[in-house]
T-cell receptor, first 118, second 112 residues
Framework: GAGVSQSPSNKVTEKGKDVELRCDPI?????LYWYRQSLGQGLEFLIYFQGNSAPDKSGLPSDRFSAERTGGSVSTLTIQRTQQEDSAVYLC????????????????FGPGTRLTVL | AQSVTQLDSQVPVFEEAPVELRCNYS??????LFWYVQYPNQGLQLLLKYLSGSTLVESINGFEAEFNKSQTSFHLRKPSVHISDTAEYFCAVSSGTYKYIFGTGTRLKVLA
């Protein structure tokens, strides 16, 4: 079956513009995660969805960042008024179950979206 | 708070030589531990994980990791590496919640 897909694979934008990053999780996966991977740094947790709800948004770096998930499937990460420090690879992951599985189910990652803010 | 330390940012090793990628964690509660691998231009893939039971866990491609609670370590080892093992390896820890804490990664470069 298809894995996690993300689009676009690369996005170059100008400072101050808004961008939308899309994630299509594996069908049936209830849990969805967004991470940011900056050069020389580990993966930084941004937000977690269980179904369409986001119980924890504390990882979002500023109020310019927002995310939503619809139909328990596709998720969109939006960055408003982009800044150069937003340049990074944004990774999405999904897993089959969340709380009921103790969060030990494997997280399957997409290939990421490389965002460059000029 | 939990944290993960991967001290080696890059590890060069010759083909067929053994390798150890180090991972240390800090946590005040019980942990689950993971190693993920990221091949060039690909997403992260789970390599192996420790949840409970035997402290030695193995992957299908010859890697193994041992959970050492006293040393708070989960080092990844392979007795003989191949060119195809060239990738970036990430250690991660979870206390059983949705929030995984990842290390900064170790870039393994296998030399011919």
């Amino acid at each position: 079956g298809a894995g996690v897909s993300q689009s676009p694979s690369n996005k170059v934008t100008e400072k101050g513009k808004d961008v939308e990053l899309r994630c299509d999780p594996i069908s049936g996966h209830t849990a969805l995660y967004w991470y940011r991977q900056s050069l020389g740094q580990g993966l930084e947790f941004l937000i977690y969805f269980q179904g369409n709800s986001a119980p924890d948004k504390s990882g979002l770096p500023s109020d310019r960042f927002s995310a939503e998930r619809t139909g328990g499937s596709v998720s969109t990460l939006t960055i408003q008024r982009t800044q150069q420090e937003d340049s990074a690879v944004y990774l999405c992951a999904s897993s089959l179950v969340g709380a009921s599985g103790g969060y030990t189910d494997t997280q399957y990652f997409g290939p990421g979206t490389r965002l460059t803010v000029l | 708070a939990q944290s993960v330390t991967q001290l080696d940012s890059q590890v060069p090793v010759f083909e067929e030589a053994p390798v150890e990628l180090r991972c240390n964690y800090s946590s005040s509660v019980s942990v689950y531990l993971f190693w993920y691998v990221q091949y060039p231009n690909q997403g992260l893939q789970l390599l192996l994980k420790y949840l409970s039971g035997s402290t030695l866990v193995e992957s299908i491609n010859g890697f193994e990791a041992e959970f050492n609670k006293s040393q708070t370590s989960f080092h990844l080892r392979k007795p003989s590496v191949h060119i195809s093992d060239t990738a970036e390896y990430f250690c991660a820890v979870s206390s059983g919640t949705y929030k995984y804490i990842f290390g900064t990664g170790t870039r393994l470069k296998v030399l011919a």
